[in-house]
């Protein structure tokens, strides 16, 4: 048993129902992203408002709360007990300070919000999202305010997504990297061994075909589907309803088919973190992955070290040529190419590895300063197009190509960019270990045996869910904190020695 | 605005809360039947009855509890405040009667029951769902106690499903309906212008054109796409999560395409009538059809009284022809046989028009002695059987064919298959007045004008949602009380008579 202290057991007790509130939310979110008839957004979004106002609630009842004041005084704990209050603390200091007014008129404009987004992108409006994002972008600096911060309000906003993550460390990892990755882009670009465009971008593709590529792709990497999904949806996704019902996603565009594909193997390195947690924990709030970096470092694992590493396209030509009748007159070689164009662009999403990071830079710096009340929305998507320009070279033409690409805003999620760099930089400090540890990666991934990967990932990192906080597993994990030289060395290594 | 009243207006915002948890569960048991991974089912059950118990006491907060006992004191309400103020208090008075240990462990059995009796069913052992079945009993039996009863502990039951529905009203219809079935089956079988088989029972199809055939049969009816859903589920049902997101399923056996067809037709009504509720009454306990025998009666006057009638044959065919390549040899009279097979057989789903109420008839029959403690749950498949060859003089030769075929009683329904027998008379009932005021229905049917009886059925019944209770709402919406004469005079004009 995990949990044996009588206060901890009571807690977990109490606290079920918040966590079958949270379940059946997730489903809700899951549900509004892949089949709910579009009419239903309206009743979809009066219901999340009302539970996430209950679900609030919930978690501050009197009876929950003393009990892990009490908790926290309690001595012998092991660390699974430890994290619980730990983690329930955290959740329970950050309601108690957001009015239940503040927490509905979040959940109540977020769903308008991602509805207007949709409209604007569709229309290239930027008018049309204007006034949401202005109202989120007040919502999140009031959340600033309410939750308190040092420093910075965009402080409070970064630790929502990434327990005890300040701009200090963001500031440190952009510095450490976006210099050499500047490096290795020019080199790259002059050497022209990575491609920067490939005719397999423009060849189209049918849905039918690829649905079952995909499905190859995660038997290869061991998906277990009685435990989890895949389905369609505008964007890629994963959410964890459970241990036992994890449900990931991706979309068909019909054409350069490298995008569904690495699509379905990053949300898989995030599923297979939600299903790799110690079914002790179930029902717990130890029962999801601790934050959004670390997962990201999971989803980056899979799809870019491992995913477009040669060692994998080996696996992946037999599963193309098996299904799809335009790849066999490619060798692996020309597929790994493809897979590994890098090139100045504008859209995040479509970024490769050596570029990836400009793309959070820019909306990191932008987010700083819009919380800061040092730019406005207004200003937003000049201020972007600009910056694009001077940090890649490239300028969006349309607001599509810039300003309203991600959802993310729309969803209320400022300070989450970041941890996308943060889940790149982590990937590549676990992939040290586990070269390490597991006698060779790519020796590993070449055999096929991506069972021994995942039994290394779970043994890591996934079985604690949230036991520990973030900076704590990374060092649990690898050994010393997060440290940035391995990226950079992983950019080395593959995009300028070639060796990966 | 339908609410004026302010403490009326008041009960509605405390209620949302209530409702948006509602919305929750319901997707919770949609997505169960349909995606769900199979692993999923311990903590959706974990979820599920961690969530009933929380209803419940939402359901009984002081806050609202005490403005309905307030508002059930004041005068000159309006028809809906009325009867928001009806439906509140009659679902407090339920719950406060049924202690949360009760409804947490009715929610808790009933989950790994529905697992059991699918086992059961799959290798026809009626021994794995008997413990679950005895258990289920006696938490119905405890129920009834708990909610308190006149006469018989059935009527509480009842009660649950139809409001204000006793024995004494089912004896009445059954009474009459039965002795009549059993002639017009006699004299159908000795006439044998229904058939008892057809060739078309046997032929094999693919699911593919099916889901084509399925989704045209909707455009013909109206379905709004945009407002609704069609999956697949092992067990066609139709579920509300709002207005505006109302979703129903059918199954494709691949065999006898009637089935699958005839399903869609039925739940095509059933969220008919949930579609055309007034959407001022969104998010509150009005927005919802207003009892089990009503809600039958409109998906059985869509699938039976429309769906089964030559004028509708006249556009099922084209349909079928266009997706099908086995339909064309056989004319409309001939497919207009096939969909009206009369013969008593054994399984409950498949019944036809004649002899469908027997089998709702035995199962009345066991469960009021069930409830009652005079037979036993270990008796159920050899009375079962007795019973059958006694009413129809056919014998199951499995439980499939048996005790096990329906999932109802794995779920806790008991008093609910009278409803269907209901509905079957109401649909009987409503189809008098549809003739009269539409200008003849088999005319509209005939004209393809489904418009007009969508806006007559809106108009009459579905408009109005929980409004009135049903027997009020049956002689408003047809100038009399449930009458069972008109089922046996439409048995008569069909199967005597065959003039529909």
New interface residues.
Partial sequence: MVFENPVVKEIVEKY??V???N???G??GW?SET??????V???A???A??S??SQK?LLRDELVSLVEKAKGLEGLNDYEAGLIRVLDREISIMKKLPPEHVYEFSRVTQEAFEAWRKAREKDDFEIFKPYLEKIVELARKTAEYLGYEEHPYNALLDLYEEGLRIRDMDAVYNAIIPWSRKVLDKVLEEGYFPQNHELEKVKYERGPMERVNKEVLDLLGY??????L?VSPHPFTIS?????V?ITTRYEGVDFRNTIYSVVHEFGHALYELQIDEAL??TPLATGVSMGVHESQSRFWENIIGRSRAFIRHLKPILDKHLDFTRKYDEEELYKYVNIVRPSLIRVEADEVTYNFHTYLRYELEKQLIAGEIKVDDLPELWSDYMEKLLGVRPKSHKEGVLQDVHWSHGSIGYFPTYTLGNVLAAQVRAVADRELGGLYKRVAEGDFASIREFLREKIHKYGSTYPPKKLVEKATGEPVNPEYFNKYLQEKFLSKSI
Wanted: without cysteine; aromatic residues 6%.
């Fill in positions: 079920r129902v966590w079958a509130l379940h059946a939310m489903l809700m549900d089949y709910m008839p579009r009419a239903g309206q009743e979809r009066l219901a999340r009302e539970l106002v209950l919930l277990p589907w009685d435990r989890a999904r389905d309803l459970g241990i036992r019902d449900r179930m029902a």
